[in-house]
């Protein structure tokens, strides 16, 4: 399978650091108001113009805003841990399925976590907010490089935005609920999976493929 991960929230626990960035950023401009972790486990699309709006950025600053936060969070040295036991489900899935990293986060960010956790190697490609598209686009995007069938395809995500993508581009919705948005939220999306813990979401997986392989044996 192609297994599409998003990062913040899901492989990262870095909503703290995200909060700090936006804090900084607020502070910085003087506009808006002072963000807090309920925007982020509330927010609907985790881009940095929709968080702009979310903490009401003048939308003539909107662009300001995104940059200027960029530019921050590219400088910021706040320690951030992956979500315990997710680093080796990466390591272990890789082995059999190709996984690639979709995220509004900087791929510097994302390589660096997966390096200090000798898991690099486990990863086949970021896409990050520089790259062009949404969500949506960057799975078709890599459903084109990898040439992999949609069917075959596979959307992680903790927010319900994460979900919409996935349904958007035709692929199965795993919807993980240790991140930025609750059970509750993620579930009136109707993603086809919710996972609760890293176990639950490999078992997921591996049934998907026996799905995916009984359906190839019929064809």
């Known amino acids: 399978m192609l297994l599409c991960f998003d990062y913040d929230g899901v492989i990262s626990d870095s909503v703290h650091q995200l909060l700090n960035v936006a804090k900084e950023t607020q502070k910085k401009l003087d506009m808006g108001r002072e963000p807090t972790i309920e925007d982020f486990k509330t927010i609907e699309y985790l881009t940095f113009d929709h968080f702009a709006r979310k903490i009401e950025i003048p939308e003539d600053h909107i662009k300001l ?9 590219t400088r910021s040295k706040y320690n951030v841990k992956p979500f315990p036991k997710t680093i080796d489900i990466l390591k272990e899935l890789s082995k059999n399925h190709k996984v690639v990293i979709i995220t509004a986060n900087l791929k510097s960010t994302v390589f660096d976590l997966l390096k200090e956790n000798d898991a690099e190697k486990s990863i086949l490609y970021v896409f990050d907010e520089r790259d062009p598209g949404d969500k949506t686009e960057k799975i078709m995007k890599a459903i084109e490089m990898f040439n992999e069938r949609k ?12 979900i919409r993508y996935g349904k958007a581009a035709g692929v199965t919705t795993i919807a993980v609920t240790w991140g930025f948005h609750s059970n509750d939220l993620l579930s009136k999306e109707n993603p086809d ?3 609760d813990n890293p176990v639950d979401l490999v078992k997921i997986i591996n049934k998907l493929t026996e799905m995916n392989l009984e359906y190839e ?3």
Do not use: H, P, R, V
Not at 151 to 162: F, K, L, Q, R, V
């Open 65 to 73: 805003y995104s940059d200027t936060f960029f530019d921050i969070l």
């Open 151 to 162: 069917s075959n395809t596979a959307m992680i995500g903790d927010t319900i935005s994460d």
């Open 193 to 195: 999976f919710i996972a």
């Open 217 to 219: 044996e019929k064809i």
